[in-house]
């Protein structure tokens, strides 16, 4: 099983950029379609961001345009590029397998605010 570990969160002011990082262990090319997902508090966990490993990507509404999701598999690594950070992004941020059925990682955390 594919372990993940996130790094890169931190506080940010609205209108912010940040780059989270995920690296996957013992690698990420065995994964058809990486993904970000974020729980805020109070909320449930949502995917925000997926990646196939032929390049496609898919975006959730809130973050479609803001948001990108660089996948390198040489470095079994997945990124999460914010940009135009909102105070409503505020999250703890995950990657996984979508749709998966394992376990979750610590995730990091995320802070917009002023």
């Known amino acids: 099983q594919v372990q993940f570990v996130e790094s890169g969160g931190g506080l940010v002011q609205p209108g912010g950029s940040l780059t989270l990082s995920c690296t996957a262990s013992?690698?990420?090319?065995?994964?058809?379609?990486a993904a970000w997902a974020r729980q805020a508090p109070g909320k449930q966990r949502e995917y925000i961001a997926r990646?196939?490993?032929?390049?496609?990507?898919l975006y959730a509404e809130s973050v479609k345009g803001r948001f990108t999701i660089p996948r390198d598999d040489a470095k079994n690594t997945l990124y999460l590029q914010m940009n135009n950070l909102k105070t409503e992004d505020t999250a703890t941020y995950y990657c996984?397998?979508?749709?998966?059925?394992?376990?979750w990682g610590q995730g990091t955390q995320v802070t917009v605010s002023s």
């Open positions: 990646a196939s490993k032929y390049g496609s990507t």
């Open positions: 013992p690698n990420i090319a065995s994964i058809d379609l």
């Open positions: 996984n397998e979508y749709n998966t059925l394992g376990n």
